[in-house]
């Protein structure tokens, strides 16, 4: 899956239903506008949204690469607790992924999902 390059872009929002993907609203830095809808969501943490998001970087990485202080936040434990330490090995043992937004200025987060799919506009 090709993404473009979201850096100086803006983070518009995102939307979650039940049974249906998470839909993340993005603008590349001159405008244009793509949806990033990440399927089977386990753990979400999207906080410091303001009005005028503007994004850093986004990175995405395999479980594998986790952390605890990824699970910290994620999943808001203890990262040196025995729950963290499962929820890590889930994760890595179901092979999922994590997105990583990093803002220039406004929202940051993180997302443990299955998969993911760009649509432009």
Do not use: W
Not at 59 to 83: G, H, K, M, N, W
């Amino acid at each position: 899956m090709k993404i473009p390059s979201f850096h100086d872009g803006f983070f518009d929002g995102f939307r979650l239903d039940s049974n249906k993907p998470l839909q993340i609203f993005l603008r590349t830095a001159n405008k244009v506008p793509h949806t990033l809808l990440l399927e089977g969501v386990q753990a979400l943490a999207i906080s410091g949204i303001k009005e005028g998001n503007i994004i850093f970087d986004l990175v995405f990485r395999d479980a594998e690469r986790a952390t605890a202080s990824d699970i910290a936040e994620l999943y808001e434990v203890d990262p040196d607790t025995e729950q963290a330490k499962n929820l890590l090995r889930s994760a890595q043992d179901k092979k999922l992924k994590i997105l990583e937004l990093n803002p220039s200025y406004g929202a940051q987060g993180l997302i443990l999902f299955e998969t993911c799919r760009i649509e432009e506009g």
